[in-house]
């Protein structure tokens, strides 16, 4: 399993970015796939998460309104559009993936905020005030 994520950046608060995850060595329409982040000093989150498979999706607190997770199954790739950023939201983003089986991308998203799955090695995205 190979996950690399691109598109991080500099943006001023308020702005937009939209992230990819291109994922290669594995059955993409089977796994659960989540970005999650992590801030200087602050513990890993989970935001999004997507089932590949059926195209359901799940959200954290953090992300419900601002981020938007979907899926491209015929580029293998997974992106998280973010909007009206905030110097809060700069960190490390990473995405991370899960064979689904029976969970639900709620539960997947749990189990991926815990560490586990394969993931990428991240890209860092900052926001200026």
């Known amino acids: 399993v190979q996950l690399v994520e691109s598109g991080g950046g500099l943006v001023q608060t308020g702005g937009s970015l939209r992230l990819s995850c291109e994922a290669s060595?594995?059955?993409?329409?089977?796994?659960?796939i989540g970005w999650l982040r992590q801030a200087p000093g602050k513990e890993r989150e989970g935001l999004a998460c997507?089932?590949?498979?059926?195209?359901?999706?799940f959200y954290t607190d953090s992300a419900k309104g601002r981020f938007a997770i979907s899926s491209d199954n015929a580029r293998n790739t997974i992106y998280l559009q973010m909007n009206n950023l905030t110097p809060e939201d700069t960190a490390v983003y990473y995405c991370?993936?899960?064979?689904?089986?029976?969970?639900?991308?709620?539960?997947?998203?749990?189990?991926?905020?815990?560490?586990?799955?394969?993931w990428g090695q991240g890209t860092h995205v900052a926001v200026s005030s």
């Open positions: 991370a993936a899960l064979p689904l089986l029976s969970l639900s991308p709620a539960q997947a998203m749990g189990v991926l905020a815990k560490g586990f799955g394969s």
């Open positions: 060595g594995f059955t993409f329409d089977s796994y659960a």
């Open positions: 997507i089932s590949t498979g059926n195209g359901v999706t």
